[in-house]
């Protein structure tokens, strides 16, 4: 902002504004390869903590959220819910590879440092296989590519 000399007699001043758009959610879709999920399902035959998968595909809609203090940096967790084909490709060709469909609402954090390429995030959450019927939990690493 700058005093208009032309209009006025006296001298005016100059001011510098700094506008910030301030979110707090960003929306995005998310389209990743998981593998070696770690997966429980919800009054299963299987003893233990679970079964590890193979390599996967999801899709989430996620929301991730802006941090207050700091502009334009995101916190280092996301939410987002969607699908995920579990050993979608298991090229075994036994009948018996446990593929399956499942609906599900994950919880993933993240590293903190944005100017990474490669990142190692962690997933969490649960869902409901379409296969089957029943309800499973999982939890696993994931590999992000930022080019």
Do not use: W
């Not at 700058?2 to 929306?27: C, I, N, T």
């Not at 995005?28 to 590890?52: C, E, H, M, R, Y």
């Not at 018996?96 to 995030?121: E, H, M």
């Amino acid at each position: 902002m700058k005093h208009a000399a032309d209009k006025y007699s006296e001298p005016g001043f100059q001011q510098k504004l700094d506008l910030v758009l301030q979110r707090r959610v960003k929306f995005d879709i998310d389209v990743s390869f998981p593998a070696g999920l770690l997966t429980k399902q919800v009054n299963s035959d299987v003893q233990g903590v679970g079964t590890f998968n193979g390599i996967s595909l999801a899709t989430l809609a996620q929301f991730s959220f802006y941090n207050p203090n700091k502009i334009n940096k995101l916190r280092p967790y996301k939410v987002g819910a969607g699908f995920v084909a579990l050993n979608a490709f298991n090229l075994n060709p036994d009948a018996n590879s446990a593929r399956n469909l499942g609906i599900v609402i994950l919880g993933s954090v993240y590293p903190t440092r944005s100017d990474a390429k490669l990142t190692f995030p962690l997933y969490l959450g649960g869902g409901y296989l379409l296969n089957g019927g029943k309800l499973f939990f999982l939890l696993g690493p994931g590999i992000g590519i930022r080019l």
